[in-house]
């Protein structure tokens, strides 16, 4: 009988908790956040290790084909971090956070990379997207560019999977 009350008592518990207390939302904003000057605190990053992680990121746009130009976040119950495939990297610890969890979100290389120096071809240099933030690190969401025929293509379309829904953030490595 103690266990039936006590079971009973968690349940209910659990149940009330869930109504209560709702899961935390995922979405981070996708302004431009840096560190140190508005929310967070300054990271510290070489800004030359800033501008590699970009260029990286460009690399392997170009190096790669087909959907392997893409960094994709599949749904899941959480809105993950992950770190993004960029080796020596310095001071940079480069992040991905999807902030859709109910989303398939894939970004072009070349768009995460844009939204740390604005393009190869950026007439600001960057000051606008994460270099912008210099030492200091920052996050922001990262912009498609839609008119790129790779988010046209048969494959992108029938794979569900949005341009949108990702941060990336900038932060400082742990030592090695």
Avoid at 6 to 32: D, H, M, N, T
Wanted: include cysteine; hydrophobic fraction near 35%; aromatic fraction near 8%.
């Amino acid at each position: 009988m103690l266990f039936q009350t006590i079971s009973g008592f968690a349940v209910f518990s659990l149940a009330s908790a869930s109504a209560i207390f709702p899961r935390a939302a995922c979405g981070e904003g996708a302004q431009k956040l840096c560190y140190g000057v508005n929310g967070g605190q300054s990271q510290d990053l070489d800004p030359e290790d800033v501008q590699y992680v970009a260029d990286y990121l460009r690399y392997l746009n170009d190096q790669n084909s087909g959907k392997d130009k893409f960094w994709t976040m599949p749904k899941a119950i959480d809105c993950a971090e992950w770190s993004l495939p960029v080796p020596n990297a310095g001071t940079v610890l480069a992040l991905a956070k999807h902030i859709n969890n109910r989303e398939l979100s894939s970004i072009l290389y070349e768009d995460l990379a844009a939204a740390i120096d604005g393009g190869k071809h950026a007439s600001d240099k960057g000051k606008n997207e994460l270099l912008g933030c210099g030492k200091n690190g920052g996050q922001m969401g990262v912009t498609a560019n839609t008119s790129n025929p790779l988010y046209n293509t048969a494959d992108y379309k029938s794979s569900g999977a949005k341009p949108n829904g990702i941060i990336i953030k900038l932060v400082k490595a742990p030592p090695s």
